[in-house]
């Protein structure tokens, strides 16, 4: 009947909390304090979220990295080649020139013809019988007025005249000048009609164009025959009044149909290669040594940026433990929220870098979530106080009824600030129990302490 009647008492006075007291959250409103409770809602949750709070920032030691670009070092700025790539020609197109035939050779500026005259000898020479070796022969050049300069005649004009002509005109000026016409005429040098010829030959120069005619092949002959090391990429260009005119030169001496070319006054021939077979050997030869030079020369940047990412790397590594020491001993600035009454562990959450940590977060992270035994779902505040100096005492009790589970989901939305308070009520059946547990050693006491009597 005693342990009775000790039970009921303990129970009226854990009521009334005089046994027994256990935090929770009351709206308050007075002069020196106040607490006003605000459900967690989308749209009070977003209301909330709206106070300034920058995260705290990892140091820039912890986003670097210790690579770097890559490239040659040291090396300079590489020579430029002495030689250019060549492309090597496909087949080139042969333009031949047109058929010309200039006639028989015409007296030209700067020719010698030679002027043979029989003469009077004495009675010693015809008895010596020398009377046909003592011809008088003379060299006359042709000058500037196309006329040469004849003694006891006068100056003839013979230029545009062919041989034939020349002599029909030195034989009417030596009749009209009453000398005998006994004579014989021809030329001894020609050259006021020439071609000149260059390029890949061994001996380039400048050729007459005699009585006979001049042929290309001949011409090239004549020259020292043509030097390439390759005569399929070799090319005979010919200029004549202007215009261009080519011969593969493969094709001009394979033994081919293709009529010969005869040459006339004025032209030029020039023997081309597009394609230097030594260039282009020294070209890659030069190729290859630039890129060994190039390989060289990334290899040792490549040790050099090993070493040099291994100084680095190991920069940041003690960088990085200096301040996790330092965040070890409590030497670096943190933000914190706390957890209190009935969660899991009670202690303080604290705030990530770079990011803003939820409601949830700090729940099921660090307090291991709301014990539904003890803790009342109905009742998670996050307590916060007012950042204004004038409202000191003010406080705003964020609640999240968790009696609906679809609640929850607000707490992945509820941004928290740094100190927060995160408190979880307890159950009413939690407070008698605890209320009976305290109590339940002294009844116990009294009991025995009465039976012994």
């Given at each position: 009947m005693r342990i009775l009647t000790l039970a009921c008492l303990s129970l009226s006075l854990g009521g009334c909390g005089i046994a027994y007291q256990s935090p929770a959250v009351r709206s308050v409103t007075s002069s020196a304090s106040k607490v006003r409770v605000v459900p967690i809602t989308a749209e009070s949750a977003m209301l909330a979220n709206r106070s300034s709070y920058r995260p705290q920032v990892l140091p820039a030691v912890f986003s670097s990295t210790a690579g770097g670009p890559c490239g040659a070092r040291g090396i300079g700025a590489l020579p430029k080649p002495a030689y250019l790539p060549q492309?090597?020609?496909?087949?080139?197109?042969?333009?031949?020139?047109?058929?010309?035939?200039?006639?028989?050779?015409?007296?030209?500026?700067?020719?010698?013809?030679?002027?043979?005259?029989?003469?009077?000898?004495?009675?010693?020479?015809e008895l010596t019988g020398l009377l046909a070796a003592q011809n008088s022969r003379q060299g006359y050049t042709v000058q500037d007025d196309g006329a040469i300069i004849i003694p006891d005649v006068g100056r003839v004009q013979l230029a545009g005249l062919t041989l034939e002509e020349a002599e029909a005109e030195v034989f009417q000026q030596l009749?009209?000048?009453?000398?005998?016409?006994?004579?014989?005429?021809?030329?001894?040098?020609?050259?006021?009609?020439?071609?000149?010829?260059?390029?890949?030959?061994?001996?380039?120069?400048?050729?007459p164009i005699a009585l006979t005619p001049l042929y290309l092949d001949e011409a090239l002959?004549?020259?020292?025959?043509v030097v390439v090391p390759d005569r399929n990429y070799a090319t005979v260009r010919l200029y004549r009044d202007g215009r261009l005119y080519q011969i593969p030169l493969q094709k001009l001496f394979d033994g081919s149909a293709m009529k010969r070319i005869r040459l006339m006054d004025g032209d030029s021939v020039f023997v081309d290669t597009e394609?230097?077979?030594?260039?282009?050997?020294?070209?890659?030869?030069?190729?290859?040594?630039?890129?060994?030079?190039?390989?060289?020369?990334?290899?040792?940047?490549?040790?050099?940026?090993?070493?040099?990412v291994s100084l680095?790397?190991?920069q940041l590594e003690e960088a990085r433990q200096n301040y996790k020491t330092r965040l070890d001993l409590g030497a670096v600035k943190q933000d914190y929220v706390y957890l209190t009454g009935e969660v899991g562990s009670q202690g303080r959450y604290t705030l990530p870098f770079d990011h803003k940590a939820t409601l949830a977060d700090a729940l099921y992270d660090k307090a291991g979530g709301?014990?539904?035994?003890?803790?009342?779902?109905r009742e998670i505040y996050v307590l916060r106080g007012s950042s204004d100096p004038r409202e000191f005492a003010s406080v705003t009790a964020w609640?999240?009824?968790?009696?609906?589970?679809?609640?929850?989901?607000?707490?992945?939305?509820?941004?928290?600030r740094p100190n927060d308070v995160i408190f979880v009520a307890e159950q009413p059946v939690t407070r008698w129990g605890r209320v009976i547990q305290q109590i339940t050693p002294s009844l116990l006491s009294s009991s025995v302490a009465a039976a012994t009597k």
């Open positions: 492309q090597r020609p496909t087949v080139m197109e042969t333009r031949l020139p047109p058929d010309d035939d200039p006639g028989p050779y015409k007296i030209g500026v700067g020719d010698v013809v030679l002027l043979a005259t029989p003469s009077a000898g004495d009675t010693v020479a009749v009209k000048n009453q000398i005998d016409p006994s004579f014989s005429l021809e030329i001894s040098e020609f050259n006021s009609r020439r071609v000149s010829v260059g390029g890949a030959v061994k001996s380039p120069g400048v050729m002959a004549a020259s020292g025959g394609y230097q077979l030594d260039q282009a050997q020294a070209y890659f030869e030069e190729q290859i040594k630039l890129s060994e030079f190039r390989q060289n020369a990334r290899q040792n940047s490549l040790a050099e940026l090993s070493a040099e680095r790397r190991a709301v014990p539904t035994r003890t803790g009342n779902v609640q999240l009824d968790g009696r609906n589970a679809a609640n929850i989901l607000l707490a992945t939305r509820f941004e928290l």
